[in-house]
């Protein structure tokens, strides 16, 4: 009764702080699954009028993540979380000249419940296209001075895009850093900034159909301060070639599939995975 009348828009006590106690009491997580269902269902309808800017879904739904299970969880964020950051994500504008990095934070602080995968898979989708537009444009710029005998400016356009690339791949969290699509899009970055260097002009990159903010670019008195002391001229070293588990992951999450750890199961000393309705493990990659 109290959980059916729990109203998370109107009441100042978080439930977590006063059903997760009883937990223990009722055996477990697993007893309380038609509870936890409701409570889902309520904050879903929290959730239709949300929007990324607002920090206090995130606290509300943490508590959560180590009680309902994690398909459920899963399938809750992909429902009401994941397409608005990807909304966020395409209204967000690159200017390296001033740039304004909320969007990105409001996105970045899902990571740890969204996952990995599904935060890939957001990139990919909704940020690298236009992220590569602005580099192939600012690139350019340099190449023409560099054509017209500027070599100074052209030197200075060059030095401020590595600031600006080395500043861009710190903001990217550890995990994401072993997943072929950012491997591939950080390569092709460094593949346009040495053919711009050597005087050619960027190939285009794929297009976009989300409109880019790149109309003014960064100099040397401007340039913003979050990325200005991140660059090194140390090329970037590819990581580990990713699992076979990592590409499982990414391709459910594109395809919006069920996929996690079932626990406590263990075959031949491997954990046991559930990919939809199926149960599966991996053995040696």
Not at 69 to 79: D, I, K, N, V
């Amino acid at each position: 009764d109290a959980v059916s009348s729990w109203n998370p828009l109107t009441d100042t006590i978080p439930i977590h702080t006063w059903l997760h106690p009883w937990l223990p009491w009722f055996g477990g997580t697993e007893r309380l699954a038609s509870i936890h269902d409701t409570v889902l269902q309520k904050l879903g309808y929290c959730f239709n009028n949300w929007h990324p800017s607002d920090g206090s879904a995130h606290s509300v739904l943490t508590p959560w993540r180590s009680v309902i299970s994690l398909g459920a969880m899963s399938a809750f964020l992909g429902r009401h979380v994941v397409p608005k950051l990807g909304l966020a994500l395409q209204q967000f504008k690159l200017n390296p000249a001033s740039q304004n990095m909320d969007v990105w934070n409001w996105v970045m602080r899902w990571a740890d419940l969204i996952g990995p995968a599904v935060l890939v898979n957001l990139l990919e989708q909704h940020f690298w296209p236009r992220w590569l537009t602005v580099l192939a444009n600012w690139l350019r710029q340099g190449v023409e001075a560099r054509q017209h005998g500027d070599h100074v400016s052209a030197g200075q356009v060059y030095q401020d895009v590595g600031r600006w690339y080395a500043g861009w791949k710190g903001q990217l969290p550890a995990e994401c850093m072993e997943y072929a699509s950012v491997k591939d899009t950080l390569t092709k970055a460094l593949s346009m900034m040495e053919r711009a260097m050597r005087g050619l002009p960027p190939e285009d990159p794929k297009p976009t159909t989300t409109p880019v903010d790149a109309s003014r670019y960064a100099a040397p008195s401007n340039r913003p301060a979050q990325f200005t002391n991140n660059f090194t001229s140390t090329p970037l070293v590819a990581p580990p070639p990713t699992t076979l588990r990592k590409q499982v992951e990414q391709v459910a999450a594109q395809r919006g599939l069920t996929f996690h750890p079932i626990p406590n199961r263990m075959v031949e000393g491997q954990q046991v995975y559930r990919l939809e309705s199926v149960h599966v493990f991996f053995d040696r990659n």
